[in-house]
């Protein structure tokens, strides 16, 4: 069974680019999430999809990050414009049960390293 | 405040020792309890999850919960070289979809 793809593995931008990071999750997981992970923190939630719609987004900063998930696969984060405290680790992680389960395994892709100067 | 709380480490502990890693939460609402191991540079992995008061063993791991003491570890029984990362506990509260990670231990087993 292959895992969670994505893509870039590493990206470097300046301070007010733009980036979008690509998500695939395992085929057939339902449930999609985006983690930012900054150096020394453990992962944060950003934002969480069953299929294509939006389970929650309250830790996503509006202002600069989205994220769509137009057909129930694929997914893209995107930030515009960065800033340098968006330095960080983008996990992608996806699991087969509803989001609501108790047991709730994620698997978790690579991540992309991002670095924002 | 923080609503996950970790020793960041790092522990070392000796090969074939026991390594205690330890996890506070402030959510009594809490319900749900996981570790995860994550290697330098690559993602976390899913070792154990817990929900009941008391103990669960898989392997060489055993989880620990204590609700009223707001209280879960992880023991690893012979430790080995390999079992060298930082591990991740991440807590639930009932009703929400949002898992809240601790920053982590960095566990060194030395040989």
């Known amino acids: 069974e292959a895992g969670v793809a994505q893509s870039p593995r590493y990206k470097i931008i300046e301070k007010r680019q733009s980036v979008a990071f690509w998500c695939n999750p395992i085929s057939g997981h339902a449930t999609l999430y985006w983690y930012q992970q900054i150096l020394g923190q453990g992962p944060k939630l950003l934002i969480q999809f069953q299929n294509n719609g939006v389970v929650d987004d309250s830790q996503l900063p509006k202002d600069r990050f989205s994220a769509e998930r137009l057909k129930g696969v694929d997914s893209t984060l995107k930030i515009q414009p960065a800033k340098l405290e968006d330095s960080a680790v983008y996990l992608c992680a996806s699991s087969n049960q509803y989001a609501g389960d108790l047991h709730n395994e994620q698997f978790f892709g690579p991540g992309t390293r991002l670095t924002v100067l | 405040q923080k609503e996950v709380e970790q020793n960041s480490g790092p522990l070392s502990v000796p090969e074939g020792a026991i390594a205690s890693l330890n996890c506070t939460y402030s959510?009594?609402?809490?319900?749900?309890f996981f570790w995860y191991r994550q290697y330098s540079g690559k993602s976390p992995e899913l070792i154990m999850f817990i929900y009941s008061n008391g103990d669960k063993e898989d392997g060489r791991f055993t989880a620990q919960l204590n609700k009223a003491s707001q209280y879960v570890s992880l023991l690893i029984r012979d430790s080995q070289p390999s079992d060298s990362a930082t591990y991740l506990c991440?807590?639930?509260?009932?009703?929400?979809?949002?898992?809240?990670f601790g920053r982590g231990t960095s566990l060194i087993v030395h040989p």
């Open positions: 959510d009594r609402g809490s319900q749900s």
């Open positions: 991440a807590v639930r509260r009932g009703g929400s979809y949002i898992p809240t």
